[in-house]
């Protein structure tokens, strides 16, 4: 029974297999017949273009083709005519040869764009042998009647390029009023010879402009240079029409051709095409074959929408606009007192109080620090009023209370007011109109020094408040010495030479690196460092480290103006200064030989100083020379006890 029932399950398995089996090979050549469809649905596209992909132009128009063509439906290849570089009939006729080859081996284009004169004339040319049937959609053609012509071809449409000649010449004279000759750089193209018949028409500006010629059909490139030279004062301007053949056929990139005219000249320049633009050309209203190729494009995808071509007629008025370099107008000196709206100005200054990113950093980066300032003034505050309690009821000297909380009184106002007039001075200033560059960086500069000393007073506050607590923590490891010398070398050689002071490391050849928390001995180094440089107008800053026992001890030297003898008790001390009226030479708050010392107790050593007044101080500390464990915090005894 259990095998009949199984042999049954196994006919039915063997005929549900073979009827899936039966329908995939009936569905199979619908399948092929679809996928059939779908390569026959791609468009095919033969874009023919009159130079070669290194054209400056050919940036901006695949830049629209990829944009505005859908690859997926849309297959296009790519022809180069390549007509800057190689303009013989010879050459002409080996593209056709082989353009021709190619299209006897691929199958029938759907649609031809053609960019620039030489490819229309071209396909104009064999349109009946080549192209016959087939819709053809151009741009970027100078020869504007025959652009036109072509509303009475069925196959053909597009968008002329129409340049702005008399709107550039009117444009260089608004800019420079005293504008008296432009002088037009040309050669022997198609295009250029194209521009150079609608020059007449620069005759009807309301402007009196002379013109003059430096045309490449006559001239080498060397000649061209030497007249170029020859060129100058404020009453002239150059017009770059095209300059990429000579009158020896010596072919130069466009790029390469900008370069010998703006090297060769500091006349302004100005440009009827986009390209060029920030690589020295000064402005015009010029001609962009993104915006040109943008239109053409619009209509090519209605013709393969299945639109008739004969019902989309040529584009006559050339999108173009006017555009500005303002970095080569202010060097030219033409900067007007209002830039028209319409105009596409480059590298310009922001507008309003001209805050560079540098710039707003720097503001949001002062208003973070005054509020920080204050915080941390009303909490140090707030501290002293609790210690000061505290003071009294342990009937502790009142006095000597008072006196230091005068004197850190009497500095923080100081170290606030100094910096915070600086900064808010010179800021003002950069809102002023007609501040030059140079006075801007310099400006800028003076409200970075003054946020760093700023910045210093908070680093003193929060490093005294942490000591005082407890909450510093201590991370002893061992340090090459040397290299953190050099740190030190890097950041405050070029300051002390400023102040014609030699800036000098000794190295040890005995001992090389030590155990201590790498962040509080920078700290202790730079302290010392600061005040050298500060009291010293003279001589030379020392900084040096050797053994001695089971310690290592450094210095910091220097030939400033020194310690007298009834001072010298008093400077480790909190708020303690060698000037401590209102009216001082040096600033500061008084904390830092208090942090220093603190510091170095912490790492268990010792500081102290010797000096000879107006001859220059020393500043000794040690550090043990051994891996110690100590505790992970500073104690607040530390900072208490001498």
Known sequence: MICKVLVKNRKKRFCFTSCIFFLLILLFPFQLKSQKNKVIKQKRICLIHSYNSNFPTYTHVSKAINEFVDTTHHRIDVEFMNS???????????????????????????????????????????????????????????????????????????????????????????LNPKLEEIIVVSDNTITCKTCLDNLGNVQDTSFSVNRDMLNLSNLTYVEFVNNLKKLEGDKKAILLVSMFRDKLSEYK?????????????ALPIYHLWKHGFDNGILGGKVIHHYRQAQEALKMANRILDGQNISSIPVLEESPNQYFIDYKMLDQAKLVPSVLPADWVIINQPDSGIHLSKRSLYLFLTISSLVFALLFFFMYYAKRENSLKKKLIKAQMDANKVDELKNAFLSNISHEIRTPMNGILGFSEFLTLPGVSDEDRVEYIDIISE?????????????????????????????????????????????????????????????????????????????????????????????????????????????????????????????FRQIQESDIREYGGLGLGLSITKAFVKSMGGKIWVESKENEGSCFFFTLPNKDEHYASLISADIYSHN
């Open 450 to 574: 003054n946020s760093n000393k700023l910045l210093n007073v908070v680093d003193e506050i929060i490093d005294i408040a942490k000591v005082q607590s407890g909450h510093s923590e201590i991370k002893m490891e061992l340090i090459n010495i040397d290299t953190l010398l050099l740190e030190i070398e890097y950041e405050y050689k070029i300051r002390a030479e400023r102040k014609n002071l030699k800036f000098m490391l000794m190295n040890s050849n005995v001992v090389k690196s030590v155990y201590a928390d790498k962040q509080y001995l920078l700290k202790i180094l730079k302290k010392l460092v600061d005040n050298a440089i500060k009291f010293t107008h003279g001589g030379r800053i020392e900084i040096g480290y050797y053994r001695k026992a089971d310690f290592i001890e450094f210095y910091v030297k220097d030939t400033g103006i020194g310690i007298s003898n009834d001072l010298m008790h008093i400077i480790f001390d909190n």
């Open 84 to 174: 800057k570089e190689f303009a013989s009939d010879d050459y002409m006729s080996h593209f056709h040869k082989l353009f021709c080859y190619k299209l006897s081996k691929r199958k029938r284009y759907d649609l031809f764009l053609v960019a620039d004169d030489y490819a229309l004339e071209y396909v104009l040319k064999y349109q009946n042998q080549f192209f016959k049937d087939t819709p053809v959609v151009f741009w970027g053609i100078n020869n504007i009647a025959l652009a036109i012509e072509q509303n009475q071809n069925q196959f053909c449409t597009g968008v002329v390029e129409a340049i702005s000649m008399k709107e550039t010449v009117d444009l260089a004279k608004k």
């Open 253 to 265: 990139p466009f790029y390469k051709g900008l370069n010998l005219l703006k090297t060769n000249t």
